[in-house]
T-cell receptor, first 109, second 113 residues
Framework: QKEVEQNSGPLSVPEGAIASLNCTYSDRGSQSFFWYRQYSGKSPELIMS????GDKEDGRFTAQLNKASQYVSLLIRDSQPSDSATYLC?????????FGTGTSLTVIP | EAGVAQSPRYKIIEKRQSVAFWCNPISGHATLYWYQQILGQGPKLLIQFQNNGVVDDSQLPKDRFSAERLKGVDSTLKIQPAKLEDSAVYLCASSLALDNEQFFGPGTRLTVL
């Protein structure tokens, strides 16, 4: 069973703070990793993809991958109330995609 | 560019009835995915098509679920007969190719009574 695990939260941070979201995966053969944002009642939308060890930055978002530790994280700088959503971590192994259960983030104004 | 279209948006049926969902991917996207998302869980991949061929259907409950993408464009997912535990949101997604960014449709919320 290939699993992606996330802390379900809820995670609350004040506006302007850094939100840190974490994800671990069970299969060392996983090749690609994705962070999706899902607002309540809406479908997921891709924030970041990361394929190699290290950091990848896109605006206020930074994804970090450590394949040795089987760990992926997402940092959101200068958090805004509009960032309040569920964040889903996903991994790809061969042709299969595995999603975690998501971490609920609330940014408090 | 039009997004992924799905219909219906909502469906309520009784257990043992049949139901079908339709998905039209973004134009030019070769890969199409069907996911099941139960409340409070992440999406679970049911089946993945590359053009009109099945790439992976290992998590599709084949005794009751079926899907097709006959012309390599739009796709239909069917459940027959439905069970209470099939209540979920069924998401369709498409991508240009395998391992490209997936774009999700709005989903179909199914309630089985």
């Amino acid at each position: 069973q290939k699993e992606v695990e996330q802390n379900s939260g809820p995670l609350s941070v004040p506006e302007g703070a850094i939100a840190s979201l974490n994800c671990t995966y069970s299969d060392r053969g996983s090749q690609s990793f994705f962070w999706y944002r899902q607002y309540s009642g809406k479908s997921p939308e891709l924030i970041m993809s990361i394929y190699s060890n290290g950091d990848k930055e896109d605006g206020r978002f930074t994804a970090q991958l450590n394949k040795a530790s089987q760990y992926v994280s997402l940092l959101i700088r200068d958090s805004q109330p509009s960032d309040s959503a569920t964040y889903l971590c996903a991994s790809r192994w061969a042709n299969q995609f595995y999603f975690g259960t998501g971490t609920s983030l609330t940014v408090i104004p | 560019e039009a997004g992924v279209a799905q219909s219906p948006r909502y469906k309520i049926i009784e257990k043992r009835q049949s139901v079908a969902f339709w998905c039209n991917p973004i134009s030019g996207h070769a890969t199409l995915y069907w996911y099941q998302q139960i409340l409070g869980q992440g999406p679970k991949l049911l089946i993945q098509f590359q053009n009109n061929g099945v790439v992976d259907d290992s998590q599709l409950p084949k005794d009751r679920f079926s899907a097709e993408r006959l012309k390599g464009v739009d796709s239909t997912l069917k459940i027959q007969p439905a069970k209470l535990e099939d209540s979920a949101v069924y998401l369709c997604a498409s991508s240009l190719a395998l391992d490209n960014e997936q774009f999700f449709g709005p989903g179909t919320r199914l309630t089985v009574l």
